[in-house]
């Protein structure tokens, strides 16, 4: 079993910046995939970015492209979302993502995110 928590979260203007992390507990050592979605309300969750094992492959929403960086630390183990030049459309919880080596897929419980003047 996988436990992931976020954090990170909270408010920040327009223009501003947040890191998110996500540390992940229990048998966590062989996780592959990791991601982060969001969901704002009355929409549906969609995938905001994603960083293989190794970190070498990296994808992102055409929404964040160029503003937000994944990342991980595998001996923590740890996924990042550093988010910059933060605009409202980009409130919403942000949820934390992983597959292990099995394909059981695990998720957090969210972190709130708003940005607001």
């Known amino acids: 079993q996988v436990q992931l928590v976020e954090s990170g979260g909270g408010l920040v203007q327009p223009g501003g910046s947040l890191r998110l992390s996500c540390a992940a507990s229990g048998f966590a050592s062989n996780l592959n995939t990791m991601s982060w979605y969001r969901q704002a309300p009355g929409k549906e969750r969609e995938l905001v970015a994603t960083i293989t094992r190794a970190g070498g492959s990296r994808d992102y929403a055409d929404s964040v492209k160029g503003r937000f960086t994944i990342s991980r630390d595998n001996a923590k183990p740890t996924v990042y979302l550093q988010m910059n030049s933060l605009k409202p459309e980009d409130t919403a919880v942000y949820y934390c993502?992983?597959?292990?080596?099995?394909?059981?897929?695990?998720w957090g419980q969210g972190t709130q995110v708003t940005v607001s003047s």
């Open positions: 993502y992983a597959k292990d080596s099995r394909q059981f897929a695990y």
